[in-house]
């Protein structure tokens, strides 16, 4: 299996669906080496992880996220900076390299950063069904727009290549046929999950002591937590807030994250004159961020394109219904949940009004909701992978 | 005929806010206490400045009263400053208190807070107008009796105001769409008065000393005290040269390096060799010159930035955001007639706090960044709004609506 990033190790949420998803799959008959552009410790023992990298290459060193660049030291101590391409280019040299020494059944890539690596395990393994795995395609990151052409070649070529992709929701599906005109049969559709005995539990005391002493005055806590991205549809949000302050004025707007939109957003609440209610909190992690969903009484998603998002489901699991976005395609497994199209600010301000003036409206979606979320576990995700990889082993070898 | 130098320095430092998270709002009420090492912290701040300012400017202001009898000067001294001075150096605040003995230091009248309040709340600002007048009273034995409102801000209205509570003078910048064809060397009285006299800083002179007088790319650099002096007796018809600054150009803005100190100590030595020149103090020059002509200003006027407005303190979104939600908070505050709670909401209106939420210059990293504990204006806006969340904290609290 083919990924670019795992937990704890700089991760952002396709390296927890990753770790999520390889964790029960383990349980099936399947041995998965797990190989990364990076060392990193792992100390579970259900899957192999191996890092790929140069030859010689004795530590790489990245300090955050999937996007950034990398410094190689060499066994010689000289050291080598390389940007995201070049980061692709040796994870390729290196993953072939590896594919060509040993013994595999199945190539499992995860998005386009694995893709071209993918492609060069299945020349050494062409015994090897290739599935591509796709959690977001260039268009959801690229808020709407194509993106970057260089990446959507990428992703045309490796899936016009393929035998099988998957895709996290049925609108990933449907915006794979629609940007690269990928058969609808080579897709399958397999979602995301969460596992809510996973779940931290929440301390008695929420650290938002100021809102807890608000909410007991009548204050209401409309929340979003998140990156501050375009594709994110925070904009519309703010524009919702306004209307929904001029009709519920103890409402307080809660935004957990940092991101590139930061400053924007600020700016944007003081100028609709919402900045008393409106509080920016900066990227939060552990208590802080799980106390961020608790205090709220509804967890807002309102992204321009989300393949799957998993925050709604941890809302739910920390305690607060939600209302996400028609264009996010974790409601295709949550139910539960009140929908309005990312550019509807006049109904996604009337549903917000709607929970923050009706506690039983808040309190009933909130009690189906967990029901589904305990229903939920990544064994199902787990057994339709596997005989996805039953199914085509019997084909490429046959 | 005689001319006079009127020296006016403006000494003023903000409690400014530590990084003060939501997480911190109802549990932290020490918004201006930041711990010693931090870039907010008021205490270390203000032990620097007393260190490179403060201290080397009044013992030089002491040796020049000393040396030169003729030599009288004028300053303002915010009471956030002062109170700052009682606290964490003693040693500077007595040494202001030594040039004022001198009998040829006049302190002139302002907002105790460094505030806008008088854009705002009239009764807000008429009480911090009267605080201050009392510490000044408390620490210094003199009541000032010429007023200067936050950054020389000033307009027909300020001026309506203090000549009815019985200023003699009143300060202002000598900005060129408001003199037209007038100079700022001389008194002026502003429209609509019955008594008050108006004096307006000649910009150029000033910052020459303030702005340019340590950059070597500058055509007159290095400015001597007798190049500087020769431009004055060579300005022709003039009663009074305004040079009005930030106290702390002497040793913050301006290192002692650059010789700014040398500079000032011989001032009064070259200015005084010609006869008829002359310091004078603010009150001084007002009863020495009747004003030459009445000046009308509409519109709000400061000394700040090429704008000379307002906009650097509440040109954008966020400051009026802020410094709205700040004044919609003043019947309750008041109405708890809790001190502590009423003193950490004046402290919120120092005119700083709105100055580090600018954007206009953010780009360029410039003057506003320079001055900003904060690494961006939006740190600082989170950081004032988290802190009027906690006001309204302790507002409900005491059982108040908010």
């Known amino acids: 299996m083919l990924g670019w990033e795992l937990p704890p190790h700089n991760s952002g949420g396709l390296g927890v669906a990753c770790y999520h998803l390889c964790k029960a799959l383990a349980k099936k008959p399947v041995d998965i080496e797990f190989i990364l552009p990076y060392h990193a410790p792992f100390v579970e023992n259900f899957m192999k992880v191996t890092a790929a990298h140069p030859q010689g290459a004795k530590v790489v060193m990245t300090n955050s996220g999937a996007y950034d660049s990398y410094k190689y030291v060499f066994d010689d101590g000289h050291e080598e900076h390389v940007d995201i391409v070049g980061q692709q280019m040796a994870f390729e040299d290196a993953v072939a390299r590896i594919a060509s020494s040993k013994e595999y059944d199945v190539i499992h890539a995860h998005d386009w950063l694995t893709f071209r690596a993918a492609l060069r395990a299945k020349q050494a393994k062409m015994h090897c069904p290739l599935i591509l795995h796709v959690h977001s395609i260039e268009r959801d990151r690229a808020g709407g727009q194509t993106g970057n052409p260089l990446v959507r070649e990428i992703e045309a070529t490796s899936m016009l290549v393929a035998d099988k992709i998957i895709a996290v929701s049925q609108l990933t599906k449907d915006a794979i046929i629609e940007e690269y005109g990928i058969p609808a049969d080579k897709i399958d559709v397999v979602h995301n999950s969460v596992d809510h005995t996973t779940f931290e539990a929440l301390d008695a005391d929420n650290a938002y002591n100021y809102l807890v002493t608000m909410k007991s005055n009548g204050y209401r806590v409309v929340t979003n937590v998140g990156r501050l991205t375009v594709q994110k549809g925070l904009t519309n949000f703010l524009l919702a807030a306004k209307e929904v302050i001029n009709r519920a004025p103890r409402t307080f707007f809660l935004i957990v994250g940092s991101g590139e939109q930061y400053f924007e957003l600020i700016e944007l609440a003081a100028k609709l004159g919402i900045a008393e209610n409106v509080i920016f909190t900066g990227f939060q992690r552990g208590k802080n961020w799980r106390d961020s969903f608790a205090i709220a009484d509804l967890f807002v998603m309102p992204s321009i394109s989300e393949p799957f998002g998993i925050a709604p489901l941890e809302s739910v699991g920390f305690g607060t219904p939600t209302l996400i976005s028609n264009q996010s395609g974790v409601k295709e497994v949550l139910h539960n949940t009140l929908k309005v199209d990312f550019w509807d600010v006049h109904e996604m301000a009337n549903q917000i009004t709607a929970v923050v003036q009706n506690d039983a409206l808040r309190d009933t979606l909130q009690a189906n909701a967990s029901a589904e979320l305990n229903r939920m576990s990544w064994d199902h995700t787990a057994d339709k992978l596997f005989s996805i990889y039953q199914h085509h082993m019997q084909k490429v070898t046959a | ?402």
Not at chain 2, 28 to 57: C, G, M, W
Not at chain 2, 249 to 254: A, L
Not at chain 2, 378 to 396: G, K
Request: glycine content about 4%.
């Open chain 2, 1 to 402: 005929m005689t001319k006079a130098i009127v020296l006016y320095m403006h000494v003023h430092q903000p409690f400014r806010v530590k990084h003060y998270s939501i997480f911190d709002v109802g549990v932290d009420h020490a918004y201006f206490e930041a711990p010693y090492d931090d870039r907010t912290s008021n205490e270390q701040i203000l032990h620097k400045v007393a260190q490179k300012s403060y201290i080397p400017t009044n013992k030089r202001l002491l040796d020049m009263l000393r040396d030169y009898p003729q030599f009288k000067l004028s300053l303002s001294i915010t009471g956030t400053v002062l109170e700052q001075l009682e606290r964490w150096s003693p040693e500077s605040l007595k040494s202001f208190q030594e040039l004022t003995a001198t009998g040829r230091v006049e302190i002139v009248a302002e907002t105790y807070h460094h505030s806008l309040a008088f854009f705002y709340s009239r009764d807000e600002f008429e009480h911090q107008v009267q605080m201050h007048k009392e510490k000044v009273q408390e620490l210094f034995g003199q009541t000032p009796q010429v007023f200067r409102n936050t950054e020389l801000s000033y307009n027909n209205d300020l001026a309506y105001w203090a000549d009815r509570a019985g200023y003699k003078g009143i300060l202002a910048e000598g900005w060129d769409p408001v003199l037209d064809w007038r100079s700022p060397n001389f008194v002026y009285q502003p429209t609509y008065t019955e008594n008050i006299a108006l004096l307006m800083k000649n910009y150029k002179l000033s910052d020459d000393i303030a702005f340019r007088f340590g950059n070597q790319a500058w055509e007159s650099w290095p400015l001597t005290a007798d190049k500087f002096t020769n431009w004055l007796n060579e300005s022709g018809d003039a009663t009074n040269f305004n040079l009005f600054m930030d106290y702390e150009t002497f040793g913050e803005h301006q290192w002692d390096e650059t010789g700014i100190f040398d500079f000032l100590y011989h001032l009064p030595q070259e200015w005084l060799k010609n006869e008829g020149n002359s310091f004078m103090t603010v009150s001084e020059v007002i009863d020495a010159n009747p004003p030459r002509d009445r000046v009308d200003v509409p519109q709000t006027t400061t000394w700040a930035d090429t704008e000379r407005d307002l906009s650097a303190w509440l040109g954008n979104d966020m400051q009026a955001s802020a410094i709205n939600a700040l004044y919609g908070l003043q019947d309750k505050i008041l109405a708890t007639k809790d001190m502590k709670l009423i003193e950490d909401w004046r402290k919120l209106q120092t005119s700083d706090h709105f100055y580090y939420m600018c954007t206009k210059y953010f780009n360029d990293g410039d003057i506003h960044a320079y001055f900003s504990p904060y690494a961006n204006p939006y740190d600082a806006f989170i950081a004032f709004m988290n802190a009027f969340h906690d006001v309204q904290f302790r507002l409900t609290e005491k059982g108040m609506e908010v």
